[in-house]
């Protein structure tokens, strides 16, 4: 009776040694995947950054120059325009919000200081020349902003 025990207990110490190399296994492998989806999220991040963000920067070009047009553009101008939009938008491209918010060197070009009378409008955006723009959490080009200085008197 105690051999079939011994055998009994060899095979269980041997599913369990089989059980734990395969765990340890399983763990390095899911490393090794998450370690490539990292390194493929990194190459297509530079990817966008490397060649597609100079594309960007000039279909952005164009809806500047639209949009300095006084008048108001042509219904079909107005129509590529939010297309244009929309495309950009589904590529990760959007607006730097800035109008309002404390002026931040990483994100806005400070084009013009314009003095206030107000300390708590000091370094704040207070109008925009040209909006800004980020590619997923990278920035495509900063806003350019003109920004309120309070220079104390006395």
Do not use: C
């Not at 269980?12 to 899911?30: I, K, M, S, T, Y």
């Amino acid at each position: 009776m105690t051999e079939p025990l011994i055998v009994l207990a060899e095979e269980v110490a041997g599913l369990r040694d089989l059980f734990q190399r395969r765990l340890l296994e399983d763990r390095g492998r899911q490393q090794l995947y998450d370690r490539l989806y990292q390194e493929l999220e990194f190459g297509r991040k530079n990817l966008v950054l490397q060649f597609l963000a100079p594309v960007y920067r000039e279909l952005l070009l164009i809806l500047d120059r639209v949009g300095a047009v006084d008048a108001a553009p042509e219904p079909a101008v107005a129509s590529m325009v939010d297309e244009l939009t929309e495309v950009l938008a589904r590529r990760g491209v959007r607006p730097i919000e800035a109008l309002g918010l404390a002026f931040d060197p990483r994100w806005h070009e400070a084009v013009e200081q314009v003095p206030v009378e107000d300390p708590k409008h000091h370094d704040l955006v207070l109008a925009e020349r040209r909006r800004g723009y980020l590619v997923d959490d990278a920035l495509l080009r900063p806003a350019q902003v003109l920004v309120g200085r309070y220079a104390h008197d006395g």
